[in-house]
């Protein structure tokens, strides 16, 4: 299934982003920040664990980065016609990559973070998905542990409420390796959030941004 046909399929994606002059999702855009305890319809066997808090518990730490500094990994989305660069400093940190269209949704929020601690990526990514599941009225659409590029990673579409809208949503975490010596390990996350009403309307930029993502060690 393509990009726009998950897309336009009817809802997509979890948030953790934010938009300027947009509603105000819960602080999702970093897993290692506070994340959102709103419960949720869909019907698990016990309540999803946020990647935060099971990084947390098994001595993992992380610091954000710019993913323009990165010498030993490339990572970056392109700018479709008509998007630009967002910054508020009050809002987002000066390290996380933002692009929106008009200013509002939908947008495209990219973070980076250089992790410290022993750990095995096959079992964080496990956890990758599970802060979807804490949004109200969640409803996923797709949803794949399939490495991405050669890493660890997961992906989950899905739509929620908010403030009285309807969200849809794309997010990817990756865990990716730097270049040797050092064989840095990061935590990469890419989310696009659009209001699910337009979601075919932006289905075309949306799939550029996916489809131009790129988690490489240089």
Same mark, same amino acid.
């Given at each position: 299934? $393509? ?27 970093? %897993? ?6 709103? $419960? ?24 954000? %980065? ?57 079992? %964080? ?94």
């Amino acid at each position: 299934m $393509t990009a726009r046909r998950t897309i336009a399929a009817g809802a997509a994606i979890v948030a953790l982003t934010l938009a300027a002059c947009a509603p105000k999702p819960p602080d999702y855009s970093s %897993v290692l920040g506070t994340t959102s305890s709103t $419960t949720t319809t869909t019907t698990t066997t016990s309540k999803p664990v946020p990647l935060s808090k099971y990084l947390e518990s098994i001595g993992v730490t992380g610091q954000q %980065v710019a993913p323009g500094s990165l010498t030993d990994l490339t990572v970056s989305i392109p700018t479709p016609p008509g998007w630009s660069p967002f910054n508020d400093p009050k809002k987002i940190t000066p390290e996380t990559v933002m692009i929106s269209k008009g200013g509002k949704y939908p947008t495209a929020r990219l973070v980076v973070f250089q992790l410290r601690g022993d750990f095995d990526p096959a079992q %964080v990514i496990k956890h990758g998905n599970d802060d979807a599941q804490l949004f109200q009225n969640f409803r996923q659409l797709d949803a794949s542990t399939a490495p991405f590029n050669g890493f660890p990673s997961s992906m989950i579409q899905g739509s929620y409420d908010l403030d009285g809208a309807r969200l849809h949503s794309w997010n990817r975490i990756v865990i990716p390796t730097g270049s040797p010596p050092a064989s840095q390990r990061y935590l990469v996350q890419l989310t696009i959030t659009d209001l699910a009403g337009e979601a075919v309307a932006q289905s075309t930029d949306i799939e550029a941004i996916i489809h131009g993502f790129v988690v490489a060690a240089k």
